[in-house]
C-alpha cells in the first residue's frame, strides 16, 4: 500500500460554507441533577462548513456533543435538524435524518469484521449486494479496504479511528460529528486524517469536531467555540478565539496564578 | 490515496457455513434408512431441533436468552388442536379448521403475543428479561389450567385430522417428514438472517446497543423483530408437537423445564454458530437416550454435569470447540 | 471430543435396535414403562416392586405356556417424550403387552401411541378419567379412574346421618379436576350444600388462609384431594389452624400414601381415606402380597400402587397364557376376556358408562383408627367401624 | 360479626406475614448474591432442600431437634456456597454474569439428583411435637414453627445487616458489589469476597431449608417453587437491594395469604406473578431499589 503523499498544512480556511444552516442549536442546557455540565450554548452549522469545539478538559465539550447526537437528554433549548425538531429525538432517529457520530472511546463491533461493521451503516441506506459495494467504497475512501476481512478486535489505534470514521461516513450523513478523531495519532497518521476532513467539507458536508490539538482546529475550522465550565467563553474566527486572552487563560492559567 | 488496483473483495454477505448445514441435512435424511423403527426419537428429536433454532433467532443472535418458550410453543399446540376439535372450534368458525390453518392462526398469535410482549420486556437489559419471561410463561400456564375452553388441567385429545398434501398426519413416517422439513425451515431462516440487514443489526445490538443506536438501528425494534420471527417458528413446532403427542396437559407442555430444555439445547449446541442448536439438541437427545437406558437413575445427574461441564470448557458451546474461530455470541452486553 | 461422540452413537445403536424377539429366547418378556427417576421416582419404585413380586410370583409356578417372565423396565424419567421412546423400544423388542405409565400426562400420549402401535398397553396407576372415556381398543386399565374414589366417599357420607354442609380443596391437576366435578355434581344429590371450593397449584405450601375461611365457615365434612407431596402439611395445617368437622376425608394419592401416617402423626387421626387396596382389605391372600410387597421395597411401605401393578402383570400374563401366543393382536383379545382374582381384587375389563376397557374396582374407604388405616367401607371388605370426630 | 372478620383477618395477614419472612429470607440471600456478583443463582431453590434434608439427616440419625441442626446447616451451607464460587463459578472469569444461568440450572440438577440417590424419591417428614401446636397472640392462632421460621429470618437478616454495616468484611462486600475493580485496587481480594458472599447466599437459603423442615415434607425437588418464588421476592425488592428483598418477600406473602382468602385460592400465584411482572415492567429498579439504566 503506497503511503500517502503529506499534505502541507496551509492555514486558509477550507471551504467557504454555502445555503442556510443544517443544524441549529440554540439555548442548549444540560443538568445531571444539580450539577449544569452545560450552560446555554447556541450553534449552528452549514453545509461545507467545519465547526471547531474546544476547551480544557471537562469544559462540557462532550456532553454538548452527546447532547446534540440525543445520547444525552437537553435539559433545556432546542436542537433543529433540516427545519425539524429534533431535540428529543433518539439517537437512530438522528442517523435516519442524515446525522453520524464517533464516539471519542472507539467502539467498534469487536465481533465483526472491519467490512462488517461498515455494513452495518450501509443497511442504513441500501440492500445486498449493493450495501457491500457502498461499504468497499468507503473503506477504500479511508484507506482500509485491504483489511475488510480482518475482525475489527485486531487494529491498531489508528486504524480503529478510520474504522470510527468509516461507519459514520458509510451513514451517507449530511452533517458529522467528530469527538476527537485526531488525538493519540502519529503525526502521518493525523496528516491523513486531516486530509481526509477537508476533502470531506469541501464535498458539501457539515462537520462538528471536538479537538484537542490546536494547530488542527486552527487549519480546519470555519468557526470556533470555546469552553469553559459548561459555558461559552469566545466564539468566531478561529484566529480571534485562539487570541482571545480568556481562552488562553483557561488553557495555560493566569500567569500570576 | 486511491490504490493502484481494486484489491479482490472477498464477500461479508455470505450465506454463513453452508457445509455444516448440508451435512446435517444428510443426516437427518439417512436417519429413518437406519433406524426406521425408532421415529418416535427421531420426531420428538426434530422437532425439539427445530424449537432451539427458533429459540436461537431471539437467544443467540438477539441476545435475549427467554425461559418462556413453552409458552409459544403451547399457543402452537393448543390454538391449533383447539380449532380442530370440532366441540371446541368457536361457532363463528362454523365446523372445524384444517390443521394446517389451524397452525398459521396459532403462528399468528404467537407473533402476537411477541410483539406485546417483546415491545413491553425490551426496555429492560439482560437478566430482567429472562426473568420477565419466566412469569409471563407462567402466568400462561395457570390461564390454560383454570380455563375450560382449553380443557383445563385434563389438557387436548387430538381430533380425528384430514390428510396433508396426501400423508396421513398420524403416521410417524408423515411426521418424521414433516419434522424434517421444519428444521430445514429454521435452517434456511437463520442462514437468510446471518446474511441480512437484520441478522448484521441483531449481532450489533447484540455488541454494543448504543453504538447500534448511532448508526440507526432501533435496538427495541430489532429485538421485537427477531422475537416475533422466533415465536412464529416457535409455535409453528408447538403445532407438529401436538401431532406428535396426540395428547397433552398443561402440567407437561408449559411446565418451565420444557423452556429451560429449548434453551439449553441451543446453548450447549452453541448459540455462535448458525447450526449449533440442532446439533445442541441431537446430541442431547442422544445422550439423554443413551443415559435413561445406561445409567437409569442417575441420568438426570449426568445431564447436570454435563451442563456444568459444557458451560466451563466450551463457553460457546459444543460446535464452537470444532470451529475454534467461531464467533462469540454472549448475551446483550 | 469427536471420539466420545462416535462411540455414544454407537452405544445408542445398540439401545434402539432390534434385541432379539421376544418369545424366540426361551424368556417371555412382559414390558414396562414407568418414572424410576425425577419427580414421580417414589411411585415409579412402588410399581416396580409390584412388577417383579407378580413374576417372582408367576415364574414360581411355571411361568406361562412354558416360558419364564421376563421384565423389560424401561425408566421415562418422568418425561413424556423419553415415556415414548421407551414405549417404542418395547415395541420394536416385540412385546406382546406393556404396562405403564406412572402419572396420567405420560399416559394419556402413550396410549395414543400404543394404540397407533396396535399393541396393547395395561394401565396400573393413572387414574385420568379420559384415558378410558373415551380409550381405545388397546389400551386397558386395572385401576380405578378417579370418580370411583369420590364417588364411593360421597355414597359413604350419604349413609351417616346428621351432616348437612361441605367444603373441597383439590390439587389443580387432572385429578384434582375431576374429583372437584364430581363433587359439586354429586354431593348436592346427596343432601349436602357445598359452602366452598377451591384449587391450589403444584409447590403451595401454606393452605393457612384457605384453612381459616373454612374455619370460619364451620363446614360438617372437609374434602382434600392434594398433591402426592402435600397431603401432610395440609392434614398438620389442618390442626394448626383448629379446623374441626366431624368427617376430614382425603382422596387417594398423597393420603394414600403409607407416609401418611407416619408423617402426619395424630393430626391425621381418624381421617376418612379412600384407596383401593390397604393391607387390612378382606380380598384373598392381600396380607400375604403386603408381606411380599414389603420385602421387595427393603421394608419400605408398600402403598396401593405397588398392588396395582402387581395386579395388572398378573393380568398381562393371564392375558398372554389364555392368548397361547405372544402376538399383540390376540393378547389384546384375550385382555378384553379377562376374569382374574387376584389379592389386589377381581381384575375384568368391561365396556359401561362410557368407559373403555376399564375394570371396575370396589372404592374402599379407611380411616385413620390409631395411626394404622383400617377399611370401614364397603361392609364386605369392613375391618371397622367409623368413627365420627365429634 | 365484624370482630370475627377482624380475626380472620389479622390471622391470615399474620400469617401471610411469616410465610412472607420465609421467602424474604430466601429472597435476599439470592439478592446478595446478583447484588454483588450480578449473577443469578437458578440453584437457589435445591440449597434450600439440602438444608432440609441435612436436618432430616441428623434428625434421624442422632435425633437432633432441627433447629439445633442450624448450627450444622448453615455453616455446611457456607462452606459448600464458597467452594462452589471459588473453585466452580469464579472459572467462568469475566463471562460469570452471562453463563452463571446455565452453570447454576446445571448446579441445581446435580444436587437435586444427588439428594434422589442418596435420600430416596418418597417424601420424607419429621415428627416434633411442636410442630402443630399453637399459640395464641391477641386471639390469633399462630403456628410455633412459623413464629420460630419468622425470628430465625429477623435474626439472619439483622446479622447480616450488621455484618455489612458494621464490619470490615462488611465494607469490602459492598465495595465489591459497586465497584469491583475499584475494590480491588483498595487490596480487596474480590475472588475471595465473591466466594464469601455466595457462602453467605447459600447459607441463608440452607437456614430456610431448616425452618422449614418442621412445616413440610422434604423430597429431592422440593427446591424448585421456592427458586421462583425466589425471584420474585428479588425483583419486588429490587435486584441487588436486600431491604427490599425483606419488604418483598413480606409483600409477597401478604398478598399470597390475603388473596387466596378473600379472592379465591385457584389463580393464588398469578396474584405474586402479576406484581412481579408489573415491577419489572414499570419500576425494575424494584419498590425500593436505586434506579436502574434503563435503554
Not at chain 3, 242 to 268: C, E, H, Q
Not at chain 3, 334 to 360: D, H, I, K, M
Request: net charge positive; charged share 15%.
Amino acid at each position: 500500500m503506497t503511503l500517502p503523499s503529506l499534505t502541507p498544512l496551509t492555514s486558509e480556511p477550507v471551504h467557504a460554507p454555502s445555503g442556510p444552516p443544517l443544524l441549529e442549536a440554540s439555548g442548549i442546557t444540560v443538568r445531571f441533577g444539580g450539577v449544569t455540565a452545560v450552560k446555554n450554548i447556541s450553534l449552528a452549522v452549514r453545509p461545507g462548513e467545519i465547526l471547531g469545539l474546544i476547551g480544557p478538559n471537562g469544559a462540557g465539550k462532550t456532553t454538548l456533543f452527546n447532547a446534540l447526537t440525543g445520547f444525552v437528554r437537553a435539559s433545556e433549548g432546542r436542537v433543529t435538524f433540516d427545519g425539524r425538531d429534533i431535540t428529543h429525538a433518539q439517537p437512530q432517529v438522528r442517523a435516519k435524518m442524515g446525522m453520524a457520530r464517533t464516539f471519542q472511546v472507539e467502539r467498534p463491533f469487536e465481533d465483526l469484521s472491519v467490512l462488517e461493521n461498515v455494513l452495518v451503516a450501509a443497511f442504513l441506506k441500501h440492500r445486498g449486494r449493493a450495501a457491500e459495494n457502498h461499504a468497499y467504497d468507503v473503506l477504500e475512501r479511508v484507506g482500509l479496504a485491504d483489511r475488510a476481512a480482518q475482525p475489527a478486535s485486531q487494529l491498531n489505534l489508528a486504524r480503529r479511528r478510520r474504522l470510527e470514521l468509516a461507519k459514520a461516513l458509510a451513514l451517507e450523513p449530511r452533517v458529522l460529528f467528530l469527538d476527537e478523531s485526531i488525538a493519540g495519532l502519529n503525526p502521518p497518521g493525523q496528516q491523513e486524517m486531516v486530509a481526509l476532513i477537508r476533502t470531506l467539507a469541501q464535498s458539501g458536508l457539515g462537520i462538528v469536531m471536538v479537538e484537542h490539538i490546536m494547530h488542527v482546529i486552527m487549519s480546519l475550522s470555519d468557526h470556533v467555540i470555546c469552553m469553559a465550565f459548561g459555558e461559552l467563553l469566545a466564539e468566531g474566527d478561529p484566529h480571534d478565539v485562539a487570541a482571545h486572552p480568556d481562552v488562553i487563560r483557561a488553557y495555560l492559567g493566569d500567569d500570576h496564578d | 490515496m486511491t490504490a493502484s488496483v481494486t484489491p479482490a473483495r472477498p464477500r461479508a454477505l455470505t450465506f454463513g457455513n453452508v457445509w455444516i448445514s448440508l451435512a446435517l441435512i444428510a443426516v437427518m435424511a439417512v436417519y429413518p434408512l437406519l433406524f426406521g423403527k425408532s421415529m418416535n426419537f427421531g420426531v420428538s428429536t426434530l422437532i425439539f431441533a427445530g424449537l432451539a433454532m427458533s429459540w436461537n433467532l431471539l437467544g443467540g443472535w438477539a441476545g435475549q436468552t427467554s425461559l418462556g418458550h413453552a409458552a409459544l410453543l403451547g399457543i402452537g399446540a393448543y390454538t391449533m388442536t383447539i380449532l380442530a376439535t370440532p366441540e371446541r372450534v368457536p361457532a363463528f368458525l362454523g365446523g372445524p379448521l384444517a390443521p394446517w390453518w389451524g397452525a398459521l392462526i396459532g403462528m399468528a398469535l404467537a407473533a402476537l403475543l411477541a410483539l406485546v410482549w417483546g415491545s413491553l420486556t425490551f426496555r429492560l437489559r439482560g437478566s430482567y428479561f429472562t426473568l420477565s419471561t419466566i412469569a409471563v410463561a407462567l402466568v400462561i400456564r395457570l390461564v390454560a389450567i383454570n380455563s375450560d375452553w382449553t380443557g383445563g388441567s385434563e389438557g387436548l385429545f387430538m381430533p380425528e385430522l384430514p390428510r396433508f398434501l396426501g400423508l396421513d398426519l398420524f403416521d410417524r413416517q408423515a411426521e418424521y417428514w414433516l419434522a424434517f422439513a421444519f428444521v430445514i425451515l429454521t435452517l434456511i431462516i437463520t442462514h437468510a438472517v446471518r446474511r441480512s440487514r437484520l441478522g448484521y443489526a441483531l449481532q450489533a445490538v447484540r455488541e454494543d446497543e448504543d453504538g447500534a443506536r448511532a448508526l440507526g438501528i432501533d435496538p427495541t425494534r430489532m429485538k421485537v423483530i427477531a422475537f416475533v420471527i422466533s415465536a412464529v417458528l416457535t409455535a409453528l413446532g408447538g403445532s407438529l408437537y401436538a401431532i406428535y403427542l396426540q395428547a397433552f396437559e398443561p402440567h407437561t407442555l408449559l411446565e418451565l423445564p420444557i423452556s429451560v430444555q429449548i434453551a439449553l439445547m441451543a446453548i450447549i449446541g452453541g448459540r455462535g454458530s448458525i447450526q449449533g442448536p440442532a446439533i445442541g439438541a441431537i446430541l442431547l437427545a442422544v445422550f439423554g437416550e443413551v443415559f435413561r437406558t445406561v445409567f437409569a437413575n442417575a441420568n438426570l445427574l449426568i445431564y447436570g454435569v454435563l451442563i456444568l461441564a459444557v458451560t466451563l470448557y466450551a463457553p460457546d458451546g459444543i460446535t464452537g470447540l470444532f470451529t475454534r474461530g467461531g464467533r462469540k455470541l454472549g448475551t446483550a452486553r | 471430543m469427536t471420539r466420545t461422540v462416535s462411540r455414544s452413537l454407537l452405544s445408542l445403536a445398540a439401545a434402539l435396535s432390534l434385541a432379539s424377539s421376544a418369545s424366540a429366547q426361551g424368556t417371555l418378556k412382559i414390558g414396562a414403562v414407568t418414572s424410576l427417576s425425577g419427580r414421580f421416582a417414589t411411585f415409579g419404585q412402588m410399581q416396580q416392586a409390584g412388577f417383579r413380586v407378580a413374576i417372582e410370583e408367576l415364574n414360581a409356578k411355571g411361568g406361562v405356556n412354558g416360558q419364564k417372565l421376563e421384565l423389560l423396565l424401561e425408566d421415562d424419567a418422568s418425561d413424556t417424550n423419553k415415556a415414548l421412546t421407551a414405549a417404542e423400544k418395547l415395541v420394536n423388542q416385540k412385546v406382546p403387552v406393556v404396562i405403564g405409565a406412572y402419572a396420567s400426562g405420560i399416559t394419556k400420549p402413550l396410549s395414543q401411541y400404543m394404540s397407533r402401535a396396535k399393541v396393547p398397553l395395561i394401565v396400573a396407576t393413572a387414574v385420568d378419567e379420559t384415558i378410558t372415556k373415551p380409550g381405545n381398543a388397546y389400551t386397558f386399565r386395572v385401576n380405578n379412574q378417579s370418580s370411583v374414589y369420590t364417588r364411593s366417599l360421597i355414597d359413604q357420607l350419604r349413609k351417616l346421618a346428621g351432616l348437612k354442609t361441605a367444603v373441597v380443596l383439590t390439587s389443580n391437576d387432572a385429578f384434582g379436576k375431576s374429583v372437584m366435578t364430581d363433587v359439586t355434581k354429586l354431593l348436592p344429590a346427596a343432601g349436602y350444600t357445598l359452602l366452598g371450593k377451591d384449587t391450589y397449584d403444584q409447590g403451595l405450601t401454606d393452605f393457612r388462609p384457605i384453612l381459616n375461611r373454612y374455619k370460619a365457615q364451620n363446614p360438617d365434612v372437609v374434602i382434600f384431594a392434594s398433591y402426592e407431596q402435600d397431603a401432610v402439611a395440609l392434614t398438620k395445617q389442618v390442626k394448626e389452624v383448629g379446623l374441626n368437622p366431624r368427617v376430614m376425608a382425603g382422596i387417594a394419592t398423597g393420603f394414600a400414601l403409607p407416609d401418611f401416617l407416619k408423617g402426619s402423626a395424630d393430626a391425621g387421626e381418624n381421617f376418612l381415606v379412600t384407596m383401593v387396596w390397604n393391607q387390612d382389605v378382606r380380598y384373598p391372600g392381600a396380607q400375604n402380597l403386603y408381606t411380599r410387597l414389603k420385602k421387595a421395597l427393603g421394608g419400605e411401605e408398600p402403598s396401593q400402587h405397588a398392588a396395582q401393578s402387581y395386579a395388572a402383570m398378573l393380568a398381562a400374563a393371564d392375558a398372554v397364557r389364555r392368548a397361547g401366543s405372544a402376538d399383540p393382536e390376540k393378547v389384546r383379545a384375550a385382555l378384553t376376556t379377562t376374569n382374574l382374582s387376584t389379592a389386589f381384587g377381581p381384575v375384568t375389563f368391561r365396556t359401561y358408562g362410557g368407559y373403555q376397557n376399564q375394570n371396575s374396582v370396589v372404592g374402599l374407604i379407611t380411616q385413620v383408627q390409631k395411626g394404622k388405616f383400617v377399611t370401614v367401607f364397603p361392609a364386605s371388605a369392613s375391618r371397622g367401624k367409623i368413627i365420627l370426630r365429634r | 360479626m365484624d370482630s370475627a372478620q377482624l380475626t380472620a383477618f389479622t390471622q391470615t395477614l399474620a400469617q401471610g406475614l411469616l410465610t412472607g419472612g420465609l421467602y424474604a429470607l430466601i429472597g435476599t440471600g439470592l439478592s446478595l448474591i446478583f447484588g454483588v456478583m450480578k449473577v443469578i443463582n437458578f440453584a437457589h431453590g435445591d440449597f434450600l432442600a439440602i438444608g432440609m434434608f441435612i436436618t432430616l439427616a441428623l434428625f434421624r440419625a442422632f435425633h437432633l431437634d432441627p433447629y439445633l441442626s442450624l448450627l450444622v446447616a448453615a455453616p455446611v451451607g457456607f462452606a459448600l456456597g464458597y467452594a462452589i464460587q471459588r473453585f466452580v463459578l469464579a472459572r467462568l472469569g469475566d463471562r460469570l454474569s452471562e453463563a452463571s444461568m446455565l452453570a447454576t440450572l446445571g448446579l441445581g440438577l446435580i444436587i437435586s439428583n444427588t439428594l434422589l440417590l442418596t435420600f430416596g424419591a418418597q417424601p420424607q417428614n419429621i415428627n416434633v411435637p411442636y410442630a402443630i401446636q399453637t399459640v395464641q397472640l391477641g386471639g390469633v392462632q399462630l403456628s410455633i414453627p412459623l413464629i420460630v421460621a419468622g425470628l430465625g429470618t429477623l435474626a439472619s437478616i439483622g446479622g447480616l445487616n450488621y455484618l455489612l454495616y458494621r464490619t470490615e468484611l462488611g465494607r469490602a462486600i459492598r465495595a465489591t458489589a459497586q465497584n469491583p475493580l475499584g475494590a480491588e485496587l483498595q487490596g480487596v481480594k474480590t475472588t475471595n469476597i465473591q466466594a464469601i458472599v455466595f457462602g453467605l447466599g447459600v447459607a441463608f437459603a440452607a437456614i430456610a431449608g431448616v425452618l422449614l423442615m418442621p412445616l413440610l415434607y422434604a423430597f429431592p425437588t422440593v427446591g424448585e417453587n421456592y427458586t421462583t418464588k425466589a425471584f420474585i421476592v428479588t425483583v419486588l425488592g429490587g435486584l441487588g437491594n436486600l431491604p427490599g428483598a425483606v419488604v418483598g418477600g413480606l409483600v409477597l406473602g401478604g398478598i399470597e395469604s390475603l388473596g387466596a382468602f378473600y379472592i379465591s385460592n385457584n389463580y393464588r400465584d398469578a396474584y405474586g406473578l402479576v406484581a412481579f411482572l408489573l415491577v419489572l415492567l414499570l419500576k425494575p429498579e424494584g419498590l425500593f431499589g436505586k434506579t436502574v439504566k434503563r435503554v
